[in-house]
């Protein structure tokens, strides 16, 4: 019996990200109690400076070769630290536009940077591990905060009802979550996942296994908003203030689809299963999501929709990296991620413009006229959009390539075939939204909304940059992403401390 | 691997008028039209240029250029011009200019609708200079975006409906197409373990005939996922929905854009790619290809004579011409194809004109419908010479440059439809033919309703006539419709070679086929292969990924 196995390495650089996180938001709610009135910027100036200070040091780590720490509690590996990047960013460009909104709004609600930096945290933990109780425990830190953020327009009713709903579906699935694990841990005796896979590679399915991990994909499924557990996400997304939605958008999709990926690679020999499903819920999710988002009429619904759409397509790219493992890489989900993350963001920054007083003021009605009072930020939202179209040369073109590519070389080309009707598709509720805000009929009058801040410019700035960047040197990044070439792909388990016998093997 | 050229620079030109645009103040509408102006004569001096440096003794592409640009997908900024796409390029540039003078009676907006104007003319010419199948894409989608723009802020009353339609329309179609460049690659790459986009390297495995033995029955899908955006582009018979409610409602220069440049990049993407690429499938396609063109021409003709919209009826028309385009190109002979070749530049030029002048006579009246004019000649003398014979441009008129490339297409489809080769019949050409008659009959009632019989609008009577400066404007056009109806030569002379081997590289044998990879191989007068090696050309053989393969023979 090896003893060392039983010492559990401690590495806290691996963990340094989500601790400055997490610190960042103690010492963010501390300036918070202690602040001046009615001035939020210190608390924005340290959030964003943690938020800096975290995404430097994840971005030092880039590269390096991945490792179990913390008993098998923490990994450090690419994807993980690719993802984390991309949600401390997400978090950051949010921020930068939160306060303007806020204080529009006349939202006295200062928890929410450090609730959003919790939030984040949470996220960054889902990622980082392959140990189901720190996804559980992860998930419950994104999700529990972003219940009282969605919340945080108290004298709106509809901020309300999305949170109560977030709330109630939420713990729905968590719970569904938590009973799956416990099925697979009755199943496997084990929580991590190198060595569930391990164990339920080496015998046949089991009725327990199998409803285990169907009930943790409905968990996951659910913060994915896959079809069919995406209901809530309409409501929520049009209920919760503008930047909280934007935050959701981006970081808990994000989260949840790491998430997602290390759970179907562990499960991978029960994909005779799994895979087919998996299938139709991409299928569903992006026909469902495009179809629905074709016949709304609030800008936020209708980018709800679209994200319930989006999820779909980076599904498409998950099961093509699942089917052909050696040929097609991680890589295309990457690089879509990130380009979703930027223009989502930047659209729901534009729109969350539009807000004044206690009204939300996102009705495509609503939003006429836009080009008129903000100029750049409504050009800045053409680009967003025409990314989320997938026109070239935007990232989100790109990204549909590489997806496209991966689907074919995995051998999946209904899926890419019906991603490409999904894209024509969608093209017409986007350009809706683009009609909106810069075609003004005659005679309408278009609602009144402030001038755009400055720090509300730069947030669209940064969406910009990511979003045209990502397309012009789509090639360093693809290359600097790498997923499949540094380190072990993320399927590989790595030695395993908790459990002895493991050794490594390959799915 | 060759850097930026000439060919970027044309392309750069109008990028860099669009951006010096942008630095303009609002209010100095002065400065701004004339910047654009400056911008468009520059464009069209490269153009020009090129046109000088270009040598017709050869199909090879010339002045290629080649940057890497995504790597790891073997995605590359290629750049190159032939003689298919060597007139297009200059009458994009040369309706640009007239587009940008017609465009000082824009009042709303100006600045947007010039950088509009300028990146729409990047886009246009990056289509027709991209050697790289995702560069290709890129700027065929990235021309949507300004056209949108262009009917959506300075269209007419249905704008919002005609914009949506005209990009749900033509971005739907060529998502597909998207699909289809990926395939092609990956067959290519499974040949060679090479990931390339390059036209040139997928066409010269096409020629070897290697590409398409791995996976036959995939071609014919493949072409039709490219065929299907480009025949909405055209727009061939059961597409062309968009292009009236386009037309109608974009602006003057928008509209002579679309009609003189936009939808000549659908059946330049049918020279370029389909036929090179997808040999077998075009010879399959040739005879349902052909039905549609007929039908198109004759439904075209016809709804356009019930029109009560002068542009409308223009529109319609366009969809009739665009026909005899296509229908030159699938009756896959020489004669034909140059015809349709031909065909697309005088309608470009002849349509643009007589949208030019509906502008010109819609900047006066503020109406385009027939129940409002009748008796202009007596009030706009000027005006209706220059519409007559721009019209009888667009009839076909022989000694005006529709007739040439109507004739010649209409006289391939004869040989082809004799010969009963590629499926066709005799009666496909005796109907188009009538289509030219049906086109004498709904312009010359046209001509008749705006030009004669009594003045009924009162608003006419305070009518001017057109000032110097539109004459020099429409004079231009005019120039180029009699040029290219009494001398075509100058024009056919140097696309001549290009065009015959797009037929070669489709209607021959796998191994015999031309292949633009082959420097040493030329195509003589009459047509026929010759080349150093005097015999087959050589096989094809199985390459490794060295960037070698990368540069384009000149």
Known sequence: MNVNALIPTVDWRALAPFTIVVCTGIVALIIEMLRPRRNNNLVVGVSLFGLLVAGWSLFGMLGGPSDESFAGMILNDRFGQILQLVMVGSCAVCFLFSEPYLREKRIPFAEFYPLALWSTAGGMLMVSSKHLLMVFLGLELLSISLYCLAGMSRYESKSEESALKYFLLGSFASAFLLMGIAFIYGETASLHLGRISEVLGAASASPLSTIGAAMVLVGLGFKLALVPFHQWTPDVYQGAPTNVTAFMAAVSKVAALGALVRFLWAIGTLDTVWFPLMWWVAVATMTVGNLAALVQNDVKRTLGYSSIAHAGYLLVGVLAAFSAPGRVSLDATAFYLISYAAMTIGAFAVISLTASGQHEGTRFYDVRGLWKRAPWAAGCLVVFLCSLIGIPITSGFFGKLLIFQAAFDAGLPALAVLLAVNSAISTYYYLGIIQAAFVTEEGAVAPRFGKPSASLNLACAVCLAGVLGAGLFAGPLIRGMGTAEVGPPVGVPVQDPLTIHTKNTSD | ?554
Request: proline residues 5%; aromatic residues 12%.
């Open chain 2, 1 to 554: 691997m060759s850097g930026f050229g000439i060919l970027t620079a044309q392309i750069a030109i109008p990028l860099a008028g669009a951006f010096a645009l942008m630095l303009v103040p609002n209010q100095y509408t002065k400065a701004i039209q004339w910047i654009a102006m400056l911008f468009s004569i520059a464009s069209f001096a490269a153009s020009l240029a090129i046109l000088t440096r270009f040598s017709g003794g050869t199909y090879q592409m010339q002045m290629t250029e080649a940057v890497s640009w995504i790597e790891p997908l073997g995605i590359h900024y290629r750049l190159g011009i032939d003689g298919i796409s060597l007139w297009l390029v200059v009458l994009t540039t040369f309706l640009n200019i007239i587009a940008v003078w017609f465009s000082f009676y824009v009042k709303s907006r100006v600045k947007t609708f010039f950088v509009m104007v300028m990146v729409l003319l990047a886009a246009m010419l990056g289509v027709f200079l991209s050697l790289d199948l995702i560069l290709f894409y890129a700027f065929f989608e990235a021309s949507l975006i300004p056209m949108a723009v262009m009917i959506w802020v300075w269209g007419g009353s249905k704008r919002n409906y005609a914009a949506l339609k005209f990009f749900v329309y033509t971005f739907g179609a060529s998502i597909f197409m998207l699909l289809g460049i990926l395939t092609v690659a990956a067959l290519h790459r499974n040949l060679t373990g090479n990931l390339t986009f390059d036209l040139v390297s997928i066409q010269k495995s096409v020629a070897s005939g290697a590409l398409w033995a791995q996976a036959p029955h995939l071609q014919a899908l493949l072409f039709w996922s490219f065929a299907v955006a480009f025949m909405v582009k055209c727009p061939v018979f059961p597409f062309h929905t968009w292009l009236p409610d386009a037309h109608t409602e974009a602006p003057t220069a928008g509209s002579v854009i679309l009609a003189g440049v936009l939808l000549k990049m659908g059946t330049y993407g049918f020279l370029r790619i389909c036929l090179p690429l997808f040999p077998e499938a075009t010879v399959q396609a040739a005879l349902p290809m052909t039905v549609l063109a007929v039908i198109g021409i004759l439904y075209g003709a016809a709804v356009a004579a019930m029109q009560p919209d002068l542009k409308r009826l223009v529109a319609y028309s366009s969809v009739a011409h665009m026909g005899f385009v296509v229908l030159g190109i699938f009756s896959l002979n020489h004669i034909g194809i140059v015809g349709g070749a031909y065909q697309q530049l005088s309608h470009g030029v002849s349509t643009g004109a007589l949208f030019l002048l509906i502008g010109l006579l819609y900047e006066r009246i503020h109406t385009r419908l027939f129940a409002d004019m009748g008796g202009l000649k007596a009030k706009m003398p000027v005006f209706a010479a220059l519409y007559l014979v721009l019209m009888l441009s667009s009839v076909g008129l022989p000694g005006l440059n529709g007739f040439i490339g109507e004739f010649m297409a209409t006289l391939g489809a004869f040989q082809s439809g004799i010969e009963g080769a590629y499926g066709l019949n005799l009666l496909l050409p005796i109907l188009a033919a009538c289509g030219v008659v049906l086109a004498a009959v709904y312009l010359l009632w046209m001509f008749l309703k705006v030009f004669y019989g009594p003045v009924t609008n009162p608003l006419l009577h305070r009518l001017k006539d057109l000032k110097t400066h539109e004459v020099v404007m429409v004079g231009l056009l005019l120039i180029a419709a009699v040029w290219g109806g009494l001398y075509p030569q100058t024009f056919l002379a140097p696309m001549d070679r290009s065009l015959a081997a797009a037929r070669l590289m489709a209607t021959s044998a796998p191994g015999e086929r031309p292949s633009w990879a082959d420097s040493g191989v030329q195509i003589a007068e009459d047509g026929t292969l010759f080349g150093p090696s005097e015999g087959p050309l050589p096989e094809f053989v199985i390459e490794s990924s060295s960037p070698s393969t990368v540069g384009v023979g000149r």
